[in-house]
């Protein structure tokens, strides 16, 4: 065999990886690295079913909405990761929903500068699933001073969780927001203080859902799931100094 039949092999090898893969629809410089780093290099292809919907543009790079819809796949995702690429703290979660959950998660976070924003969906077959998408942003958002701790009394509202379900025909919503500062540990003088584990139980205790956060998420996070069926649920919270937060919808 000589060089040019190698060479040939090669390049069809290659063109049907990039066919197989699809292209990346935000042309990220950092996609090897994260591919490397937080799916260890796993097989994946980059996937439109799978829904990342964020704004155009960051008004507040504070709290920025971001929502994954992995429905496309119900019944068959064992994970969900989501990070923003060109964020200091670049992680934002990593979430195992249960079968009583949809595939599905909205949540806000910090942005420091324009980014792409990636969701990896795992399934049962072993293969990431990745949804993209670009947010812009003036930036800062990482970096800014906490509005919460400039609130007189934050201290006595930690772990406060406001909620709401919503009945959407056999399914249901339920939206939450908690009251924590959520620190990244980024602004001088000011330590980590985030809620990096969270449960969403059923009756009797019964885990529905595993999160863990990371401090991308903003402060006073928003969490947004939807379950199947009207069950109780229950929202258990812990956070890296070991406070406990529990509140039943």
Not at 118 to 136: M, Q
Request: some cysteine; glycine content about 8%; charged content about 25%.
């Amino acid at each position: 065999m000589d060089w040019r039949t190698l060479v040939l092999l090669a390049l069809f090898a290659w063109a049907w990886e990039a066919r197989a893969q699809g292209t990346d629809p935000v042309t990220s410089v950092m996609w090897d690295y994260y591919h490397q780093r937080l799916l260890n290099g796993e097989t994946f292809v980059f996937d439109d079913s799978i829904r990342l919907d964020v704004p155009l543009f960051a008004e507040d790079a504070r709290q920025v909405p971001i929502q994954i819809d992995a429905r496309a796949y119900s019944g068959r995702v064992k994970r969900i990761l989501a990070w923003a690429e060109l964020n200091p703290i670049p992680q934002i979660f990593d979430f195992a929903p249960g079968a009583q959950l949809e595939p599905s998660l909205a949540i806000r976070i910090r942005v420091e500068q324009a980014t792409p924003i990636r969701a990896a969906v795992l399934t049962d077959d072993g293969v990431w699933h990745i949804g993209s998408a670009r947010v812009e942003a003036a930036g800062g958002g990482c970096t800014a001073p906490s509005v919460v701790r400039a609130e007189a009394g934050w201290e006595e509202r930690l772990g406060q969780v406001l909620g709401k379900r919503f009945v959407r025909g056999e399914h249901s919503r339920l939206r939450l927001q908690v009251s924590h500062p959520m620190d990244n540990g980024l602004v001088g003088g000011i330590p980590e203080f985030y809620i990096e584990q969270a449960e969403l139980r059923g009756e009797g205790g019964q885990v529905l859902g595993r999160i863990e956060l990371f401090p991308a998420v903003s402060e006073n996070p928003t969490l947004t799931f939807d379950l199947r069926g009207d069950q109780q649920a229950e929202l258990w919270l812990r956070d890296n100094n070991g406070n406990e937060f529990q509140a039943a919808f």
